[in-house]
């Protein structure tokens, strides 16, 4: 099956970028999403790609896909306290119809 | 903004007894998905309806797990017996297709066994 590693954690200083990754095994995997998880809550869709596409912005948010590395990353620009969450990569592909998810990456920002 | 429902938000049960949640998907979602999230890791999938059959419950422990959606639209999600290892958060999600559909989360049931 899939594999879909992140770091645990990451710490930011407010208003500077934050960049959070994520590998993958299954060069099949067709779309690629990222997930904000804030304590005691659901998973928020905060942005996706498609696997023919490099790249994808959305407004603070930039996606970069590298297809040959089998990386995944998730940028964000100014980043706020507001962002401090866990943020899950998650994958479909390779037959299955089912997101795999990452651990999560725990993001903590300090003023 | 139309949101997934889940009900109760909380619960503490001990071992050996019976436990349900419940979900209402967004209006007119035909695909609903019930995952367990044990803390510290991503959301593992139990269950997918395709309106209201079985997609797919090959991860679902089916001695102690049971789940429906008789009409299509809502779903119960039940344990019995509840064991110690079965403390997690159970998301509901639903999504208007399967494959690469976005899927919406709800704020999910935080379960206690004790």
């Known amino acids: 099956g899939e594999d879909v590693e992140q770091s645990l954690f990451l710490s930011v200083r407010e208003g500077d970028s934050s960049v959070i990754n994520c590998t993958y095994t299954?060069?099949?995997?067709?779309?690629l999403y990222w997930y904000k998880q804030e304590p005691g809550a659901g998973l928020q869709l905060l942005t996706y790609?498609?696997?023919?596409?490099d790249m994808k912005q959305d407004q603070r948010l930039t996606v970069l896909l590298n297809k040959k590395d089998k990386h995944l990353s998730l940028r964000i620009a100014d980043t706020q306290t507001g962002d401090s969450a866990i943020y899950f990569c998650?994958?479909?592909?390779?037959?299955?119809?089912?997101?795999?998810f990452g651990r999560g990456t725990s993001l903590i920002v300090h003023p | 903004e139309a949101e997934v429902a889940q009900s109760p938000r909380y619960k503490i049960t001990e071992k050996s007894q019976a436990v349900a949640f419940w979900c209402d998907p967004i209006s007119g979602h035909a695909t609903l998905y019930w995952y367990r999230q044990i803390l510290g890791q991503g959301p593992e999938l139990l269950v997918q309806?395709?309106?209201?059959?079985?997609?797919?419950d090959s991860q679902l422990p089916k001695d102690r797990f049971s789940a429906e959606r008789l009409k299509g639209v809502d779903s119960t999600l039940k344990i019995q017996p509840a064991e110690l290892g079965d403390s997690a958060m159970y998301l509901c999600?639903?999504?208007?297709?399967?494959?690469?559909?976005?899927?919406?989360f709800g704020p999910g049931t935080r379960l206690t066994v004790t």
């Open positions: 299954d060069s099949s995997s067709t779309y």
């Open positions: 998650a994958l479909v592909g390779g037959g299955s119809y089912i997101p795999t």
């Open positions: 999600a639903s999504s208007s297709g399967t494959g690469g559909y976005e899927q919406y």
């Open positions: 790609i498609f696997s023919n596409m």
């Open positions: 309806f395709q309106d209201e059959s079985v997609v797919d």
